[in-house]
């Protein structure tokens, strides 16, 4: 009985692997400061007459993983999701891992928002966050005196 090989190609070999990976290495900026550890998630950001919206994809998170900060004109989503891989018995082996574990976080620069009236749901893998806008004020005018 022969070793089971579920990612190898009929006709592939060692050369176009290690092209491959190399090719891979260069593609994606591994070497960036939010690659591992901070990976972005997806997000859309919508301005309204009274409130911004932001939809963000965050598959496979629960609310108890997700925290919203509002303060200092930002807004910052953090998820994290713990590596599992230690629920496998002594007789079970991961042959390949593609999920990504950690922390993820995006900072929106939001000057204008209500902090006491922020609303976030989440639903089917998006999270809905809406961010109230403040009261347009009246422009300061003062009468500046020329000496």
């Known amino acids: 009985m022969s070793d089971f090989k579920p990612y190898r190609k009929k006709g592939e070999d060692l050369f176009q692997n290690l092209s491959k990976s190399?090719?891979?290495?260069?593609?994606?900026?591994?070497?960036?400061?939010?690659?591992?550890?901070?990976?972005?998630?997806r997000a859309d950001i919508v301005e309204g007459r009274t409130a911004y919206y932001i939809q963000a994809e965050l598959p496979?998170?629960?609310?108890?993983?997700?925290?919203?900060?509002a303060g200092s004109d930002n807004l910052t989503i953090r998820a994290i999701r713990e590596n599992r891989t230690?629920?496998?018995?002594?007789?079970?082996?991961?042959?390949?891992?593609?999920?990504q574990y950690g922390e993820f976080v995006r900072q929106f620069p939001i000057g204008n928002m209500k902090e006491d009236n922020i609303t976030a749901k989440l639903e089917d893998g998006m999270l809905y966050v809406e961010i109230p806008k403040?009261?347009?004020?009246?422009?300061?005018?003062?009468q500046i005196d020329i000496e």
């Open 22 to 41: 190399l090719k891979d290495v260069f593609e994606h900026d591994v070497f960036s400061p939010l690659h591992g550890k901070f990976s972005p998630f």
């Open 60 to 69: 496979g998170f629960s609310k108890r993983d997700i925290t919203i900060e």
């Open 86 to 99: 230690e629920e496998l018995s002594e007789e079970t082996k991961v042959l390949r891992q593609e999920r």
């Open 134 to 142: 403040k009261a347009p004020g009246k422009p300061a005018h003062k």
